[in-house]
C-alpha cells in the first residue's frame, strides 16, 4: 500500500506504527496490533463487541473515554491500521473550525477517489467547544469520516448530544499493577524498540520493582514507560535499583482518575469525612481531588448535595454557604476557587448534623413510586370550570390563611396515605 501524506504531514499509516529510536520509549512500544494491546480485556477479548467490530470492519464514530495512560491514541491507530483507512491525529488543543473544515474536505476527495474510508482522531476532544464540536456533526452523518475522540472526561457532560447520540462510547479502564508492570517488563526485553540493549543494568531486576513503579505512576503506563527509560539510561553502568527509578520519578504521581475507581474512592472519603465532623480530613481529600485535577464543578455540586443531606434543617446557612461557593467556583475557576471550596467544605464539617430531611424524603418518595395512581383529593384541586365545580373539585377546600397560625385541620395527602408521618 503506497503511503501519501496527510493534511498535516503525517503518514497514511498510525504513527503508533512505527519505530523511531529518537522517540520516547512510550512512543516507541505502543502496541502494533490488537493481540499486542494489554488491558481493556473487556473490549478487546476474543467475542467482545469492539474487537468484532474491528474484525468485521463494522465501525461507526467512537468515544474512548478513560483515565490517562491506557491506550486511547494507541487503539485508534490500530483501528485505523486493521480497517486500511486513512489515519488523521488531530488535536483539540490546536485545531480550530478551519482546520476541521480543511481535514473534512480532503477526507471527502480520498473517499469520491475510491471509497477509501478516512479516521479522524480527536484526542482530548471534550476540549472543542460547541461549534466545533458541532462542525463534525455532517460528516459523521455522511459518512465521510469515521470520528474517534478521546476524552478523560464524562462525555455526557462535555460532549454535545447531538454528536455523542452519533457515536458509540467504549470505556477504557485503568490498568492493573500488574498490567503496567507487564508493559514495563516487555519495554526491558524488547531489543528493537525497547530497552533489550541494556540487559547488563536489567538483568535482576526483580518484577515487584516494576510493580512499585506502577504503583507509583497511578496506572498510567505512559508515564511509567518514560520513567522507566530515564533511569535505564541515565544510569548506564550501574545495576538498576529501586532508587533509580525513585529518582527518575521526582515524586510519586498523586493516584487520583477523574473516571475510575479511584476517583469514586476519594470522593467518598471526602464525603464521609464531612459527614463525620473531621474537618481535617475533609481538607485533605479536597485537596486530593483538587490537586489530581478533578473538575471543580463537580466538587462544588457534591458540596452542595451534601449540605442538604448531611446537615439539612440542623444548619439551614449549610446550603446558603454550599451554593455560595458553588457560584464562586463558577465565576472565578481555580485555582482561587479552591479557597471557597475549602470554607464551604469545613463549614459542613464542623456544621451540627442532621439527616431527617434526606430519610423524610426517600420514605416519601417510596411512596410516591408505590401510589402513583392514587388520585388527588377533591378538595385539593382547582375548578377553574363549572364542570369541575360541579364534579366536586375544590369543595371543602380550606384557606389557611383565614385559620388560627394558618394551619387547619384539613387532610392532604391522598386516601391511601392518611395520616402518614415522613418528618
Not at 230 to 252: D, G, I, K, N, W
Not at 367 to 378: N, S, W
Request: some cysteine; proline content about 5%; hydrophobic content about 40%.
Amino acid at each position: 500500500m503506497k503511503n501519501e501524506p496527510s493534511l498535516f504531514g503525517e503518514p497514511e499509516i498510525a504513527p503508533v506504527l512505527k519505530s523511531d529510536a529518537s522517540a520516547p520509549l512510550a512512543e516507541r512500544m505502543r502496541p502494533r496490533t490488537l493481540d499486542e494491546f494489554v488491558g481493556q480485556e473487556h473490549l478487546l477479548a476474543e467475542g467482545k463487541l469492539l474487537r468484532r467490530l474491528i474484525a468485521e470492519d463494522k465501525l461507526t464514530s467512537l468515544i474512548f473515554w478513560g483515565p490517562p495512560g491506557t491506550g486511547k491514541t494507541t487503539l485508534a491507530g490500530i483501528i485505523a491500521h486493521q480497517t486500511k483507512s486513512h489515519f488523521v491525529p488531530f488535536s483539540a488543543v490546536t485545531s480550530g473550525i478551519k482546520e476541521i473544515k480543511q481535514v473534512m474536505a480532503d477526507a471527502a476527495a480520498l473517499r469520491s477517489k475510491g471509497n477509501r474510508r478516512t479516521v479522524l482522531f480527536v484526542d482530548e476532544i471534550h476540549r472543542f467547544n460547541r461549534a466545533q464540536q458541532d462542525a463534525f456533526l455532517p460528516y459523521v452523518e455522511n459518512g465521510t469520516i469515521t470520528l474517534i475522540g478521546a476524552t478523560t472526561e464524562n462525555p455526557s457532560f462535555e460532549i454535545n448530544s447531538a454528536l455523542l447520540s452519533r457515536m458509540r462510547v467504549f470505556v477504557l479502564h485503568q490498568l492493573t499493577v500488574e498490567q503496567v508492570a507487564e508493559i514495563l517488563q516487555h519495554a526491558l526485553h524488547d531489543a528493537e524498540r525497547g530497552l533489550g540493549k541494556y540487559q547488563s543494568q536489567i538483568a535482576n531486576l526483580p518484577f515487584e520493582i516494576l510493580q512499585w513503579l506502577a504503583r507509583q505512576t497511578g496506572g498510567d503506563a505512559r508515564n511509567a514507560l518514560n520513567t522507566l527509560e530515564l533511569a535505564v539510561t541515565s544510569a548506564p553502568t550501574e545495576t538498576l535499583t529501586q532508587a533509580h527509578l525513585r529518582e527518575a520519578l521526582q515524586r510519586a504521581n498523586a493516584i487520583y482518575d477523574k473516571t475510575g475507581e479511584q476517583h469514586y474512592n476519594v470522593v467518598s472519603a471526602f464525603i464521609k469525612s464531612i459527614r463525620n465532623s473531621d474537618a481535617d480530613a475533609t481538607l485533605y481529600w479536597l485537596a486530593r481531588m483538587i490537586e489530581g485535577g478533578e473538575d471543580p464543578m463537580f466538587i462544588a455540586r457534591r458540596i452542595v448535595h451534601h449540605a442538604s443531606e448531611d446537615i439539612g434543617l440542623a444548619d439551614p446557612q449549610a446550603l446558603v454557604v454550599a451554593t455560595a461557593a458553588a457560584n464562586a467556583t463558577h465565576l472565578i475557576g481555580l485555582p482561587e476557587a479552591r479557597l471557597a471550596l475549602a470554607e464551604a467544605a469545613v463549614y459542613l464539617a464542623n456544621a451540627p448534623k442532621s439527616n431527617r430531611v434526606y430519610l423524610a424524603y426517600e420514605a416519601a418518595a417510596e411512596d410516591a413510586r408505590a401510589t402513583q395512581a392514587e388520585p388527588v383529593p377533591l378538595h385539593l384541586r382547582n375548578a377553574p370550570t363549572a364542570l369541575m365545580k360541579g364534579l366536586g373539585y375544590g369543595k371543602e377546600y380550606k384557606y389557611a390563611h383565614d385559620f388560627e397560625n394558618a394551619k387547619t385541620e384539613m387532610e392532604c395527602l391522598p386516601e391511601k396515605l392518611r395520616g402518614k408521618k415522613y418528618y
